[in-house]
């Protein structure tokens, strides 16, 4: 699949569910539940259906996202099915790490190649402060701790950076990843959350981020990408020291022009763009007796519709007209 700027779409984000056991300020609201009622969300054979059907059109890597995606039951066997078409090169999983560790060989069994997970505070109170939750850091921890033992690798671990939040935790988010040999991601605040806390004063640029490491002692050298469309600036850390440092900028440095990537949400809406302000409904077309050539049709059509970019830089940009635990990471 190509879209009309003629960027090849392989990569797929799939939202299991909306419901997720934190409340992460720069993600979802304080305030009280509004999920959507279950018969709005897809099957799981709605979901491997459509995955299925994206696998044929050229789908090669699949994310599956929440909301927290371990909180629905059955996410085990749904990656199993996935990992069973052997249609996709990779299978991974974005989740919170909250109940990881009880989980990741299940995960590795079931055909996970890998997982990212958010950690956004080292300091435990902080943490508690950020994801609105008491006590949990410690078992986000040994949920890494065990998804590199059961081999989930690379463990990429995900901050979000919020000036006056976690930007003072840098260097020590570095430092972690040298101590446990792993990939960390920081991510400028976009917006995206459901408190409309943002404005671009809170945004921590990647070039900042890569300031402050080198004020720090820890210089970085430039890694090739593993592909051209890949979202992270890649670094490892000058001296050969272990672990790796992502720098994921929407903000400060778009990377529209090589998107590769669409999102299925968990209630079957096809989203081209993380900040769309435009929802491709499939779910009606699934429960209304579509054929897998009806869905092609429409995938397509969706898929040749595909924005430019985001546009978050432009004077007159509005946000999302979703949240990210509505959309998927």
Known sequence: MRDTYGRQITDLRVSVTDRCNFRCIYCRSAEPEN????????TWAEMLRLCRILGTLGIRKIRVTGGEPLVRPGVEDFIAQLSSQGAFEEISITTNGLTLGERAQALKAAGASRVNVSVDSLQAERFDRITRTKGTLRRVL?????????????????????RGFNDDEIVDFAKFAIQRGLVM??????????????????????????RTLEAAGLPLEEVPRHYGSETALR??????LPGEIGLVAPVSE???GKCSRIRLTADGKIRTCLFSRLDHDLRGLLRGGATDGDLV???EHIIAAKEDGHHINDPDFQPANRTMVFIGG
């Open 254 to 256: 778009p990377f529209c």
């Open 142 to 162: 040994e949920g890494i701790e065990a998804a590199q033992a059961v081999g989930l690798n690379p463990v990429k671990v995900n901050a979000v950076v919020v």
């Open 297 to 299: 049709d429409e995938i």
């Open 185 to 210: 991601r920081f991510i400028e605040f976009m917006p995206l959350d459901a408190d409309h806390i943002w404005d671009r004063a809170r945004v921590v640029t990647a070039e900042e981020i890569r």
């Open 235 to 240: 670094y490892r850390f000058a001296g050969g």
């Open 35 to 42: 999920y959507q009622p279950p018969e709005h969300l897809l």
